[in-house]
């Protein structure tokens, strides 16, 4: 079966508030930078308690494959989406004014075995949207194709960069 999805939009990037949107547009930007879809949205796990099982529950029925989640502080919002989606899901941590984001980290790092979220570093959104982009690069079909090879050159300007610095 191929992973295609007729070109629609596979990735879905929240975050619980739009405070939140200077730490995670980096994701959307590394998304773009491989040409991949995504939609933006605020779903407070707090403030939009329903918003935001309504919006785990129908992800995966809407196409998405992958949902990138970034919140600050108590940040329900990766775990508690896992919950309610059979999709992948990608946390953010986002640093708040106190505790460096060490509490928003420990957050969404420490979710009870059952309910997996994938954690990035603190503000690590870039790698949230790569880390998207290689689970969209692992499926089959002419999409999948065209984002491992586009990973492979990613990759490979790393190590050009790294070359030319004398690393
Ligand atoms: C969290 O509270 C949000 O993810 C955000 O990081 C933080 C602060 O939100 P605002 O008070 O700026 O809306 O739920």
């Known amino acids: 079966m191929s992973d295609d999805t007729s070109g629609g939009t596979q990735v879905g990037i ?20 491989f040409g991949v879809a995504v939609e933006v949205d605020v779903v407070s796990a707090h403030r939009q308690p329903d918003k935001m099982v309504a919006y785990g529950r129908e992800a995966a029925g809407r196409g998405l494959r992958v949902v990138v989640a970034g919140a600050g502080g ?25 505790l460096d984001g060490m509490d928003s980290l420990l957050s969404i790092v420490q979710m009870p075995a059952g309910v997996p979220v994938a954690t990035v570093s603190v503000g690590g959104a870039r790698n949230a949207g790569l880390l998207a982009v290689r689970i969209l690069a692992s499926g089959s079909g002419p999409e999948a194709d065209r984002l491992r090879t586009a990973m492979l050159g990613f990759q490979e300007g790393l190590r050009e960069q790294a070359d030319a610095k004398g690393e």
């Open 74 to 98: 108590a940040a329900h919002l990766p775990g508690m989406l896992a919950a309610v989606t059979p999709l992948p899901v990608i946390g953010v941590p986002v640093p708040l004014a106190h």
């Open 14 to 33: 929240v975050m619980g508030s739009d405070s939140d949107w200077p730490v995670m547009q980096a994701a959307a930007d590394a998304l773009a930078e």
